[in-house]
T-cell receptor, first 114, second 118 residues
Framework: AQSVTQLGSHVSVSEGALVLLRCNYSSSVPPYLFWYVQYPNQGLQLLLKYTTGATLVKGINGFEAEFKKSETSFHLTKPSAHMSDAAEYFCAGHLGGSQGNLIFGKGTKLSVKP | DTGVSQNPRHKITKRGQNVTFRCDPI?????LYWYRQTLGQGPEFLTYFQNEAQLEKSRLLSDRFSAERPKGSFSTLEIQRTEQGDSAMYLC????????????????FGPGTRLTVT
């Protein structure tokens, strides 16, 4: 079955620390993968995407993610957390060749401590 | 580019009533998507349109739900005979075909309509 799994519903880091949010996928064909961020009472904002080509993709606000086919992973990282990064992050993918159905993980809420 | 807009932002209704939500996509985007997001969950796909054609519907879209995009621009999502289980955030997104066709996979989301059924 096609699926996206995010490990850890809550992650807490100190300001300035490394941010690592984990995402694994299951897809019968090469996937297209995305990370979105959602602030309270707002819609989702696209952070970055992997479609084809370079497996290390850079996004907005200093975030990046690496597509690892052998590990079926697409983890999101940021070297140094800012207070403004506190939000909920969703990994999503077009899996199984679907063009319309974007499958989301359950989300990871990131807290940043001063 | 004014982004995807959704109206209303909030809707409170009594069980059994009908509700309709509107979504205006980014103007040059020909694909439009509807998702439902409940508390603590990621968005779940409901349906999508390419221009005015509805190309895919999720099994989540029961007979009480209907979506239209009559002129290939804005879209409406109607829920008939609402139930408390319909309480959720309803998100709309749009995407463009773009050069090379890969842009269709980049979905841009609106702020959502939060529905509360009492």
């Amino acid at each position: 079955a096609q699926s996206v799994t995010q490990l850890g519903s809550h992650v807490s880091v100190s300001e300035g620390a490394l941010v690592l949010l984990r995402c694994n996928y299951s897809s019968s064909v090469p996937p297209y993968l995305f990370w979105y961020v959602q602030y309270p009472n707002q819609g989702l904002q696209l952070l970055l995407k992997y479609t084809t080509g370079a497996t290390l993709v850079k996004g907005i606000n200093g975030f990046e993610a690496e597509f690892k086919k052998s590990e079926t992973s697409f983890h999101l990282t940021k070297p140094s957390a800012h207070m403004s990064d506190a939000a909920e992050y969703f990994c999503a993918g077009h899996l199984g060749g679907s063009q319309g159905n974007l499958i989301f993980g359950k989300g990871t809420k990131l807290s940043v401590k001063p | 580019d004014t982004g995807v807009s959704q109206n209303p932002r909030h809707k409170i209704t009594k069980r059994g009533q009908n509700v309709t939500f509107r979504c205006d996509p980014i103007s040059e985007h020909n694909r439009l998507y509807w998702y439902r997001q409940t508390l603590g969950q990621g968005p779940e796909f409901l349906t999508y349109f390419q221009n005015e054609a509805q190309l895919e519907k999720s099994r989540l879209l029961s007979d009480r739900f209907s979506a239209e995009r009559p002129k290939g621009s804005f879209s409406t999502l109607e829920i008939q005979r609402t139930e408390q289980g319909d309480s959720a955030m309803y998100l709309c997104a749009s995407s463009d075909k773009g050069v090379g066709g890969l842009a269709i996979y980049e979905q841009y989301f609106g702020p959502g309509t939060r529905l509360t059924v009492t």
